[in-house]
């Protein structure tokens, strides 16, 4: 039996490819809260070289893990429509390659952060790319539909790190933003599982519209948005931010719990989708609306 080659990349194709794997627009939403949290931890604003550094050791050990994410996963992305593009699903870079990448960009992070940060944020930034890689990828994702629950702890980790990158320890405020991220991520992936189903049917993944049907995941959604409600009023109770965050999170919340209960009453793939692009919106408006109250404090 014949076998085809994968095509070869030109240079220029190649560091496109790489930096594909990084996943650059799901990580710049991590950099952002973990930037946040810097922010609101720090009176006034924090040292500019100590934000910068710890930003770049942060993003370089997130880039590292969606490295080694597309490389676990390549036969996976190859079934489906979503990821087959990805140099990995296609075979255009090595498992080699991808592992010296991925190896490179965390150890240049975790450095970094030990040497220009504090240990604590490198080793929470070390946990968390442990706990994405081999807890959530390697063991969770394959094996319960509720992957996504569970690992979304290591999602929910940045603002923590942001803060812990500025005051060396942990405290009650960025366990809350943690709390906010964690309850956030399964109504937000799972839109994207409820109409992307086929695709995860057909790549074996237990994801819950796979196992339990589209109708009791989108109760699940409803369930969470509530929780993520609730969530999201803590800052305004432990004095984090005022008026202009209550105001806010009080529309953005109105906003989420309606797609949630459409999606329960009339589900349709496209609102599905539209439920997941509100999701990215409203974290980022709601770690925005932090950033601003505390401007206007």
């Known amino acids: 039996m014949q076998t085809i080659a994968a095509p070869t990349l030109s240079y220029g194709q190649r560091l496109v490819a790489f930096a594909h794997l990084c996943k650059p627009r799901v990580n710049s939403l991590i950099v952002f809260t973990a930037m946040i949290g810097m922010f609101l931890a720090t009176p006034g604003f924090p040292p500019l070289l100590r934000f910068l550094v710890a930003s770049l050791g942060i993003a370089l050990v997130a880039f590292a893990a969606a490295a080694l994410n597309c490389l676990v996963e390549r036969t996976i992305d190859a ?3 979503r990821t087959s593009w990805r140099a ?3 075979g255009e870079i090595s498992p080699l390659e991808t592992t010296t990448l991925a190896t490179l960009l965390g150890a240049s992070g975790l450095w970094l952060l030990h040497t220009w940060i ?4 490198m080793w929470l930034t070390l946990a968390t790319f442990v706990g994405y890689t081999i807890f959530y990828t390697l ?6 539909p509720m992957n996504i629950v569970i690992g979304g702890a290591s999602g929910a980790m940045p603002p923590l790190l942001g803060w812990t990158a500025m005051t060396g320890q942990v405290s009650a405020e960025p366990l809350v933003l943690f709390l906010i991220i964690f309850l956030w991520t399964p109504p937000h992936f799972w839109s994207l599982a409820c109409y992307r189903r086929d695709d995860y049917a057909r790549s074996g993944l237990p994801m819950l519209p796979v196992t339990h049907g589209v109708a009791f995941t989108c109760q699940h959604i409803l369930w969470y948005t509530l929780m993520l409600g609730a969530a999201s009023l803590i800052p305004v109770s432990l004095g984090m931010s005022g008026w202009f965050y209550l105001v806010a999170i009080s529309l953005l919340d109105l906003v ?3 797609y949630a209960i459409a999606l329960c009453r009339r589900y349709s793939d496209a609102l599905a989708r539209r439920t997941f692009r509100y999701s990215i919106l409203y974290l980022t408006l709601l770690f925005a609306a932090l950033f601003a109250d505390r401007l206007i404090a």
């Open 79 to 81: 079934c489906m429509a």
């Open 139 to 144: 063991i969770l994702k394959p094996a319960t």
């Open 88 to 90: 990995t699903a296609r």
């Open 118 to 121: 504090n240990d604590l944020t």
């Open 256 to 258: 989420f719990l309606a």
